[in-house]
């Protein structure tokens, strides 16, 4: 493991040499941190899943049922932990999202157009799972729902920062009961 993953996780030793114990504390963060973005993200998009969904139409003209919005929801969630991959490779930090800047908004913004396109185009138009409402406003070209798509965009953002102030308080509180 780099120093460099030593010191974002707070566990910089004066050693090169990593502690079995301090690549289980660096884990577990990352296990708290992954999960803390599915909660979140399931949790935020759920709403937004059910007041879409009259622009959708399932197969036999039904309605969308709310467990296949909660379904969607969980997606979303593996959509934003996709996202959160995604800047960690591109900007070479794991807790990237925290303090994104630039960079990272331009990470959440093409991963989030990408997912959403890739996603809407597979659902509707490759396997049909369901089908746009008269309702649904549409993204010329790709064919593609402009609420999803939108949704891809303004919620990874909203996550990642609640996300990254919830750590923030975590990591304080954990500071003050070890008497740091």
């Not at 303004?154 to 003050?176: C, E, H, N, Q, T």
Request: charged share 15%.
């Amino acid at each position: 493991m780099g120093s460099r993953n030593r010191i974002e996780s707070g566990t910089s030793h004066g050693d090169e040499n990593v502690s079995a114990s301090s690549s289980e504390h660096w884990s577990g963060d990352l296990v708290r941190q992954v999960t803390m973005l599915v909660v979140v993200a399931v949790l935020v998009n759920y709403p937004w899943e059910r007041l879409q969904s009259p622009l959708y139409v399932h197969p036999g003209r039904a309605g969308i049922p709310w467990w296949l919005c909660l379904a969607a929801s969980l997606a979303d969630g593996l959509f934003v932990v996709a996202i959160f991959g995604v800047g960690w490779i591109a900007l070479g930090r794991r807790r990237w999202f925290e303090q994104p800047g630039i960079e990272g908004y331009i990470v959440m913004l093409i991963s989030g157009v990408a997912i959403s396109v890739g996603v809407e185009w597979t659902t509707v138009h490759v396997l049909r799972w369901w089908t746009y409402g008269e309702q649904m406003p549409l993204v010329p070209i790709v064919n593609i729902g402009l609420v999803p798509l939108t949704q891809m965009l303004v919620l990874p953002p909203l996550i990642f920062r609640g996300v990254a102030v919830v750590s923030r308080y975590v990591d304080s509180m954990r500071a003050k009961a070890c008497g740091q």
